[in-house]
Every structure is written in C-alpha cells, then in structure tokens.
C-alpha cells in the first residue's frame, strides 16, 4: 500500500463519465496491465477497424459488396461518418445502447461503425429474433433505440417495434411513421473518442438460461479479438470474404470476419444465406476466397457442388464452426470443394480455437482447434472442479484477453457461471491432445445445438409451460445427421395432447424465434427423475436413441 496523498486540487469533472457501465464486469487490475504491458490491449477503437493503410494509400479499393452496392473504403469510412453524425442528431449518445437487428446489408455494417465510432453500443440480434428475445433485450440494455429491416418475409419488423420501450425506431426500407436508417445521415461533426476500455458492443450469449444473456465486449478486447483472429487465418489484401452467417454473429462478425477482413484491406461479399443458389453465385462472380460456415453448411455444400453449375474454385479456406464437425466430412473439403478446411471452435463469450492453416490434416480434420492467444488460460476439470489427467474428457474453463469476466446485469448468473478467480465455465466437454488442440467431446449445459443455433432448454421450456395442456416438459436434443441436434420436448400434458403445429403456433404467438421450436414433440405420463429427484434429461435422451 502507498501512502495516500492529499489531492492537491478538488477533481474536476474532466471527462463525462461513461454512463451506465454498472453492469459490466470488468479485469482485475493486474490483468489488465499484463494484457496491456504484452501488447494484447492497445488504444484501437472498433469505429477505427477500416485499415488506415488502405484508406490513405487505396481509398478506392472495394470494402464492401451488398446487392447492387459496391463501397470503396473511402464510401465506407464516409459513409460511417455521416451515419454516426446521424444518429448524435437523433439524440443518441456515447453510452447509450441501440439494440440493432438488421440483416446481413451494408446498413448492418453502416449502422455498426457509426454507433462504435460514437461509442453508442451496438446490441447484435439476430434477424430471426422476435417479440419475446428484443422486447426483454431493449429493456435488458435500457436501449435508447432499435434499429432493424421493414421486414424478414411475412414478418414485420415494424409491427413488433410499435411495442418496443424505446425513444427511437429506425427502420432499413420502407419506415411508414418511423426513422428511415437512409435518413440518419448528417454532415460529419467532431466525434469524441470513446474510452477503449468500455463496452464497444454487446453479443448475445446462445444460452443456457430462462432469458437471453448479454455479452459486453470492450473495444480493446473486441479489436484483439479480431485483429489476432485475422493474422491466425492470414487474411489481407487479397481476401474476397463470403458473409453467409448473419452478420449479427460473433463468426462472421469478427472470427476473423468482417471486422477481420476491414482491418486487413479485404473485400466483404455479403449474402442473405448460406444456400447454395445464392452463395455460389457470389464466390463464382466475386471470387470470394474465404468463407466462414455452420456444419449443416458445409454438409450442404460439399453435396452441392457435384451439380452446381457455378465455378467455387477461387475459395481457399471454408472455416467450419459453431457446432461440431465431424473428422470424415472435414477430410472430405480439400478433395470436394478444392479449398482448406479450418475448425474453429468459438464462443461470443470470448475464447476462441482455431486449427490453423499449417497444421498436419489429422489435426485440420479431427480436432477444434486451439487457443487463438499465448494469453488464453485453459483448464480441462471434473465434477468437484479438479484438473483431469492430461488427454481425459473434463468441463473446459478459461479466462484472457478477450474472454468476459461477466455477463451484462447478471449477478446471480455470473455467480454460477464464473469461477471465483475468473474463469469462464463454458460448459462444453473437451480433451486436450498434447499439441494443444481441442477436441470437443460433448456437452454439460442444458442447451441444444441445432447446427450452431443454440437453443436454451430452460428457455423453450418456461414457454412450453405457459401452454393450457402443459402440464411439465423437458426439451433435450435429438441427434441428427445434418443439424447435429434438433429439438425434442418431452410432454406431460393435462389432457389432450397438443399437435406440433399446434405447439409451433403457441410459441409464435408468444414471440419466440422459430429457430427455438421443438422439431418433435413426445407424450409421456411421467418424468423419469435422477436419485435427488431432477428430470433425467439423459434418460428421456437414450429413449430417443
Ligand atoms: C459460436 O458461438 P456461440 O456463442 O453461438 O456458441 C458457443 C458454443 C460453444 O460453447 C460450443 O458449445 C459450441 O457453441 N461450438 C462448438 C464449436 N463451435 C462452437 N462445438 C463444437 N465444435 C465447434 N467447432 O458458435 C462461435 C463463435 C465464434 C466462432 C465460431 C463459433
């Protein structure tokens, strides 16, 4: 302890405080100095991602292509600027939280450098969210406004917005009485610069939970994140990067992703989906060479090019990731699509492992990877939270640069969901092979994987129960050959069953995203219960088997 000095002058407010960090956990002290003294955290900013290079020496290289849109990096950085001035007109401010849920548009990537570059946190939904997950987000976040698309097919994004405890609805499309997104645009102004120590963006954590959970990600930890993820896959100038994920998604967002591609002098090809009739076109007439894809994806493709017309042959790298894929249909990527195959095996929750682009193809092919950062902690435990033997199957935990101490005002999650020194329990079953590679064996949180969406069994059973003929439900996964999982829940009803389609309609009326639905719907009189008399999930599960 030093001696404490009395201060000299009375402190002046210098700065504005950064408003509303209070649920935010952020490193210990001493972490943060290592981090920074070891060059993991510098003063970049997210709304900073553009390569400065690029930018002074190429303004007219091409940043970004959306439909018919083609932005050079000079349109993109103007762009983003006119945009972040638009929104300070709006009223929104540095700290505020704006929860935006466009689609994979150059307004997505418009919406996000100017709310960054304004240090106005973006929070990312997915396009396929709905009453039920933005309605608790807005209020989660105290979000200032909601920026989305008019519409996703039949759904009307406006309608839900009508709803939504927000000042400001802004609209990509036709607005009727809200914001158009075209119109948040103004002559640039002075901007001042946030602190890269605060929240740039919040993600969304797949969920294990009743409720989605939010997940702050700094501007120092997110641009390490990405800048590093980028060297790793050695994306640069060259890059032409396929976004068939939502752009929304921490894989395609950032692993190494768009921001990835920007910070690097790339190109990003946007397109609506990963479906063959619209991807292939794009990577024959763009030439992508990079493209980030789901297992289902990748199942999909490889079968795809056998009768698709179009010429893939520019793709170098398909990084496969979000679910697991297996060892034999990785082996089968190089011969099939004539590309790399890259695991990564990430989390919006920070860590994230990538097998990287010299390792032998046993290692490519048959395992998720390793840690991205020399500064990543790993530790591989049992049930009592002890170390397993080298190469045994234990819970993996970690903790680092860009991994979150806790999640966004969530003390009683955080509890559980930490250990006391700071590691993150992820929940996922791994081994470690002597390498350093990760092989995920399995799963210990009560969520299913239904091809990298993830769907909470908490969540989609609190709904289930809401429905007059529920008496309990259970939801467990159901192994698939495409999806990996799909979603079974496991009825006791009161007296006549509900149909499927019947339980489908109950849950959209309830505003939850169609993703989350049960794929299948079993009737049973009673729960099979564990010794301290829990449902037995595996129970229900080896009858599906
Ligand atoms: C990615 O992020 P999230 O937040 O949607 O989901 C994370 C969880 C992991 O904890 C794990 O359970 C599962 O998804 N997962 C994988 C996997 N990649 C993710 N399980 C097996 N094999 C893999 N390769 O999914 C995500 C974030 C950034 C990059 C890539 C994926």
Redesign the pocket.
């Given at each position: 302890m030093t001696e404490p000095t009395a201060p000299t002058r009375p402190t002046a407010p210098t700065a504005p405080t950064e408003p509303d960090q209070n649920g935010f956990t952020p490193w210990p002290e001493d972490l943060a100095d290592r981090y920074i003294a070891e060059g993991y955290w510098g003063d970049r900013l997210l709304g900073d991602v553009l390569n400065g290079d690029v930018l002074r020496d190429d303004p007219g290289r091409i940043a970004l292509v959306a439909g018919d849109e083609r932005l050079s990096y000079a349109d993109l950085d103007r762009r983003a600027d006119r945009a972040a001035a638009g929104w300070l007109r709006l009223g929104v401010r540095r700290g505020d939280r704006v929860v935006v849920q466009l689609p994979n548009s150059a307004g997505f990537v418009v919406t996000f450098l100017a709310l960054v570059r304004i240090g106005a946190a973006p929070v990312l939904a997915l396009p396929a969210h709905r009453e039920s997950e933005i309605g608790y987000l807005c209020e989660l976040a105290g979000a200032r406004a909601y920026a989305a698309a008019d519409r996703d097919g039949a759904f009307d994004y406006r309608v839900m917005a009508r709803a939504l405890p927000v000042e400001h609805v802004v609209i990509e499309g036709d607005a009727q009485e809200f914001t158009a997104l075209a119109d948040v645009d103004a002559d640039p102004v002075e901007i001042e610069r946030p602190d890269p120590a605060t929240v740039g963006v919040f993600l969304l954590?797949?969920g294990t939970t009743g409720l989605p959970k939010l997940i702050p990600r700094t501007h120092r930890d997110y641009v390490y994140n990405l800048e590093a993820s980028a060297e790793v896959c050695g994306f640069g100038g060259r890059t032409v990067y396929l976004v068939v994920l939502p752009a929304a998604?921490?894989?395609a967002l950032a692993?190494p992703g768009i921001l990835g591609v920007l910070a690097t002098g790339g190109t990003v090809v946007l397109a609506p989906s990963g479906s063959p009739d619209e991807a292939f076109p794009l990577i024959e007439r763009e030439r992508a060479t990079v493209c980030a894809v789901v297992p289902p994806i990748a199942l999909l493709w490889l079968d795809a090019v056998s009768w698709a017309e179009e010429d893939v042959s520019s793709l170098e790298l398909l990084q496969?990731?979000?679910?697991?894929?297996a060892a034999e249909r990785a082996a089968e990527v190089p011969g099939t699509l004539g590309c790399r195959v890259q695991?990564?095996?990430?989390?919006?929750?920070g860590l994230?492992n990538y097998t990287r682009l010299d390792d032998p193809r046993e290692l490519a092919e048959g395992t998720?990877g390793r840690p991205l950062s020399p500064a990543d902690e790993i530790r591989i435990v049992d049930g009592d939270g002890a170390d397993v033997a080298p190469g045994e199957i234990g819970e993996l935990l970690t903790r680092g640069p860009y991994t979150l101490r806790g999640y966004y005002r969530a003390p009683e999650h955080n509890a559980r969901s930490f250990t006391p020194d700071g590691f993150y329990r992820?929940?996922?079953l791994v081994r470690r092979l002597p390498s350093g590679h990760l092989v995920?064996e399995g799963?210990e949180?009560d969520?299913i994987?239904r091809g990298?969406d993830?769907v909470s069994a908490e969540e989609l059973e609190n709904h289930l129960l809401a429905h007059p003929a529920v008496h309990d439900a259970a939801v467990v996964g159901l192994p698939d050959p495409m999806m990996g999982e799909r979603t079974c829940a496991f009825l006791v009803v009161r007296d006549t069953a509900p149909t499927l389609p019947e339980i489908k309609e109950f849950l959209r009326g309830r505003g939850l995203a169609a993703y989350k639905f049960p794929d299948r719907i079993e009737t049973v009189d009673t729960f099979p219960r564990t010794p301290v008399g829990k449902i037995s999930k595996k129970e229900l599960a080896a009858r599906l088997a």
């Open positions: 954590s797949g998604h921490n894989f692993c496969v990731g979000g679910a697991k894929f695991q990564v095996f990430g989390m919006a929750e994230l998720q992820t929940g996922d995920v799963r949180k969520q994987n990298g993830k």
